[in-house]
């Protein structure tokens, strides 16, 4: 019998989370710009960011920190940013009015529908997936993320030379992450030495990352390229 939760991996944790009234003012006058439904229809990239250019996913944005700073450093892409929870993407619609942010778009909700239903086969130049709910207990292992199911979604909707990049500051993780993609002929590790990479240039030092830091925590990149 198939076991239910390879079915119903999900790329979060529902938890519940105050909105401030700033934050309850964005999603209500900057939703409609920046945001992306949750339909069943696949999506025309170049007709919502309203030009042509590279699209990057993000999944798991957080407070948006890491999002709008990738995007005001690399202008020439297009980001999509996947979140479950309401205050984090009401601080990134905050954070793009700001800083006049005009090339990111906004996904509240799950990764794993969204990937099935609304972006289309080798579509995507790069995932970027950092600091994921590593799931510690072993008990709970099969809820992690990075599982081979969803590496098959992920492989589907890359293109050829894509880059998926991973981050993690919690090294069960990390081991459990190059467990999953060891195996797989369809990403390249880019890594010399066959498992982490230096941290590229483009991924944001975050307050998440220096708290790990602080706590003594060693952060771990992972670059695979699509073949």
Not at 21 to 35: D, I, K, N, S, V
Request: charged fraction near 30%.
């Amino acid at each position: 019998m198939t076991e239910p939760t390879r079915r119903t991996i999900r790329s979060f944790v529902l938890r519940k989370g105050r909105l401030t009234t700033a934050q309850e003012h964005a999603l209500e006058e900057l939703w409609p710009h920046y945001g992306i439904e949750n339909r069943e229809t696949v999506l025309d990239f170049d007709d919502h960011f309203g030009r042509p250019a590279e699209v990057i996913l993000e999944i798991g944005f957080g407070n948006g920190e890491s999002t709008w700073r990738m995007a005001l450093s690399e202008p020439e892409k297009n980001f999509i940013g996947i979140e479950v929870h309401e205050p984090g993407v009401g601080q990134l619609l905050m954070a793009l009015e700001e800083h006049d942010i005009e090339n990111v778009r906004i996904v509240c909700g799950d990764a794993v529908p969204f990937l099935q239903n609304r972006v289309s086969g080798r579509s995507l130049a790069g995932v970027r997936i950092y600091f994921a709910d590593p799931w510690p207990k072993k008990r709970h292992h099969k809820r992690r993320l990075i599982q081979p199911e969803f590496v098959d979604q992920l492989a589907r909707c890359m293109r050829s030379g894509g880059i998926l990049h991973m981050a993690t500051d919690w090294q069960p993780y990390a081991e459990h992450i190059l467990e999953v993609m060891q195996s797989r002929s369809d990403f390249i590790n880019l890594s010399p030495s066959g498992d982490y990479c230096e941290t590229p240039g483009w991924r944001p030092h975050t307050k998440y990352e220096k708290r790990g830091e602080r706590l003594g925590h060693v952060v771990r990149d992972f670059l695979y390229q699509r073949t």
